[in-house]
């Protein structure tokens, strides 16, 4: 597996797409291996499996509910442009201390705090 070069790691890692089971699974394998904080602002339900150090995306939940009642209004006869778009009200921090300490980081209070989940 490739190694990063010191003087050209970067801090950390941001994800933002959806990848394959076995994609996330190597990346996160050169992720704790380069002990390279990888955050991803995607909700991965297997994210804390796979390694991540932390996701903060929507409830996906609340956006599912939101597509299903447009969906139902739609069907209703109610024309798409007459239904306003819905933001996200909530959000999910997930933190996962394994990961942290594989990569050897300490996650402050504040944040396990705020956290909606925390994975020992």
């Known amino acids: ?3 990063l070069v010191e003087s050209t790691k970067p801090g ?6 959806n990848m394959s089971v076995a994609v996330k699974a190597t990346v996160m394998d050169f992720t704790v ?5 990888t955050i991803t602002d995607l909700n991965w339900e297997s994210g804390v499996q796979v ?8 409830d996906v939940r ?4 939101g597509a299903v009642g447009s969906t139902v209004r739609i069907l209703e006869g109610e024309h798409p442009r007459d239904i306003p778009i819905r933001q996200p009200a909530r ?3 997930v933190v996962n201390l394994k990961t942290a ?3 050897g980081l300490t996650i402050p209070q504040s944040i396990l705090l705020r956290a909606d989940r925390v994975i020992e």
């Open 12 to 17: 950390a890692l941001l994800l933002t797409t």
């Open 1 to 3: 597996m490739l190694a």
């Open 62 to 65: 609340e956006l599912m509910q």
């Open 91 to 93: 959000f999910e921090m």
């Open 101 to 103: 300490r594989a990569i």
């Open 33 to 37: 291996t380069n002990r390279l904080p």
């Open 51 to 58: 390694r991540l150090l932390l996701t903060y995306s929507p």
